[in-house]
């Protein structure tokens, strides 16, 4: 699965595992290219398209952040909580990593979230459960979602 990367490609890959690390999201291609000098998003756009083609990331068209990796780092990071109920801020900072394989899931998932709240008990999803969450702008009729409110 891995191909010859270059050194550029080898540091964006870098770049994007930190920052799922460190927010539980990647970077959008305007901080990749904040982040590596680049001129334009449009330079960090064709750097990713050419790890997708070498099968290091997925690109999920239309989203800002829609990278994934397909070798993620080891073991999934909880990045707060959500709330059963009344809406909270779901912190993005990672409190703890637990270690399971993000492709145990199906989708694969990109965070765990821990669950506040006895809101969604009928549901099987109770008070201090951990959700694993995929980052998507869309969602199917049936799915139970994890939303921001108003941003948050």
């Known amino acids: ?10 540091q964006i890959l870098e770049l994007i595992r930190q920052s799922i690390e460190d927010t539980g999201f990647p970077p ?6 904040d982040q590596l000098g680049f001129r334009s998003a449009n330079a ?11 099968g290091m990331i997925e690109i999920t068209p239309g989203t800002s952040r829609g990278i994934r990796l397909v070798t993620p780092a080891k073991g999934l990071p909880v990045i707060g909580q959500v709330a059963a109920g009344q809406p909270i801020l779901a ?8 270690e399971i394989e993000a492709a145990m899931f199906s989708p ?6 821990r669950v506040r709240g006895d809101s969604m008990c009928e549901a099987g999803i109770l008070d201090g459960d951990l959700l694993a969450v995929r980052n998507t702008p869309t969602a199917e009729n049936g799915d139970i979602i994890v939303a921001r409110v108003d941003g948050d």
């Not at 699965?1 to 080898?10: E, S, V």
């Open 1 to 10: 699965m891995t191909r010859k990367l270059t050194a550029r490609q080898l």
């Open 28 to 33: 959008t291609r305007a901080e990749i290219a």
């Open 44 to 54: 960090a756009e064709e750097h990713l398209r050419a790890l997708a083609r070498k």
């Open 91 to 98: 912190e993005q900072n990672i409190e703890d990593r637990i």
């Open 108 to 113: 694969r998932a990109d965070f765990l979230l």
